[in-house]
């Protein structure tokens, strides 16, 4: 079973047809126990990384994430989900994160229109199971506007845009993220969750 974790910041409806397109059960939820049975955690989010924690603590999720995260429960970030991952967020004021991974979100700094919209090519920085269905220079689709700056060792792929690397995908154990919408990528989108599914089984 695959929870969707509901925190009032996502477009959990489309998260969760693209995981039903893939034969994969879900529940949406923030009820801890229903959390614990969980084989593995969709962490979804569209908005600001300030509101996003703060919605995490109003509503006692962060420690519950942080026991499934040491229990090995794969945990997948999408977009303003994959953002929170990390140890801290420069949106419109310092926030903590979570801080399963290393390093910090802020504002994109690139040669090119603000937020990064549409589709974009993957390039591999090393090899990740996440990839293990797709192809370099594969297309997924972005709309965001701060982008996360991680370790080297924990960047899976990125994308070119406006003269930077643009980080697209992380991971680190059991926890990865992507910055693209692979409910909105297609074919592309469809085998990342497909391979996460595979880790769940």
């Given at each position: ?32 126990d ?88 993957l ?30 060792d924990?960047?899976?792929?990125y ?43």
């Open positions: 079973m695959v929870v969707i974790i509901d925190y009032n910041v996502g477009n959990l409806k489309s998260v969760q047809n693209a995981f039903l397109r893939i034969g994969v059960q879900t529940i949406v939820s923030r009820d801890h229903i959390i614990r049975e969980a084989d593995g955690i969709v962490l979804p989010g569209v908005g600001t990384f300030p509101v996003a924690m703060e919605n995490l603590q109003r509503y006692d999720l962060i420690d519950i994430l942080n026991e499934r995260k040491e229990a090995g429960i794969p945990l997948l970030g999408i977009c303003l989900g994959m953002q929170i991952l990390f140890e801290k967020g420069l949106e419109i004021k310092e926030t903590q994160g979570l801080g399963f991974l290393k390093g910090e979100v802020k504002l994109m700094e690139v040669d090119d229109k603000i937020p990064h919209m549409g589709w974009n090519e390039c591999f920085q090393q090899d990740h199971p996440l990839l293990k269905n797709i192809k370099e220079r594969d297309y997924v689709y972005f709309v965001h506007s701060f982008m996360a700056y991680p370790a080297d924990e960047l899976i792929a994308c070119e845009y406006g003269g930077q690397k643009v980080t697209a995908m992380v991971a680190k154990d059991n926890v990865m993220g992507c910055q693209f919408h692979p409910e909105k990528s297609g074919e592309v989108g469809k085998q990342i969750l497909l391979a996460f599914k595979e880790m769940i089984v």
